[in-house]
């Protein structure tokens, strides 16, 4: 058992997940395109996420070519903590109170800067 006195968390967005309590499986997904252009964007029309290829690419799971054997000795069963403070979770991550036997989260970002020609040459 997991006890936590106070948790303070900031801000959870993009797909992110707070589990108070025992998961069998959780598998967060987040595409998140962010465009940066000088002088604001007025509209989300021309960035639709089909056309760029990292959001319709297929990941597969990494293998696990080692397998750690381990053994714990848990003198106490609970786990008591008084306070937890956060900052941010963000983009499928995965903040959880508690026991999982599988997580699978998956997070594709695309960033573009568009800058008018004033700025080229210039590092930003």
């Keep these: 058992m997991t006890r936590v006195k106070q948790l303070k968390m900031e801000s959870l967005s993009y797909s992110s997940i707070?589990?108070?309590?025992?998961?069998k499986e959780i598998e967060p997904r987040a595409d998140v395109l962010a465009?940066?252009?000088?002088?604001?964007?007025?509209?989300?029309?021309?960035?639709?996420?089909?056309?760029?290829?990292?959001?319709n690419t297929e990941l597969y799971p990494l293998q696990d070519h080692e397998t750690?054997?381990?053994?714990?000795?848990?003198h106490h069963p609970n786990i008591s903590v008084?306070?937890?403070?956060?900052?941010?979770?963000?983009s499928s991550g995965v903040v959880q109170l508690g026991s999982?036997?599988?997580i699978n989260?998956?997070?594709?970002?695309?960033?573009?800067?568009?800058?008018?020609?004033?700025?080229?040459?210039?590092?930003?």
Aim: hydrophobic share 30%; glycine share 10%; charged share 25%.
């Design 18 to 23: 707070f589990q108070i309590g025992d998961a």
């Design 35 to 55: 465009v940066q252009k000088e002088g604001g964007i007025s509209s989300d029309k021309g960035f639709e996420l089909e056309q760029y290829p990292i959001f």
């Design 68 to 74: 750690v054997t381990g053994e714990h000795c848990n």
């Design 82 to 90: 008084s306070s937890i403070f956060i900052n941010g979770v963000s």
């Design 100 to 102: 999982n036997k599988h």
């Design 105 to 124: 989260a998956i997070s594709k970002i695309k960033h573009i800067r568009m800058l008018t020609d004033n700025n080229k040459g210039e590092n930003h």
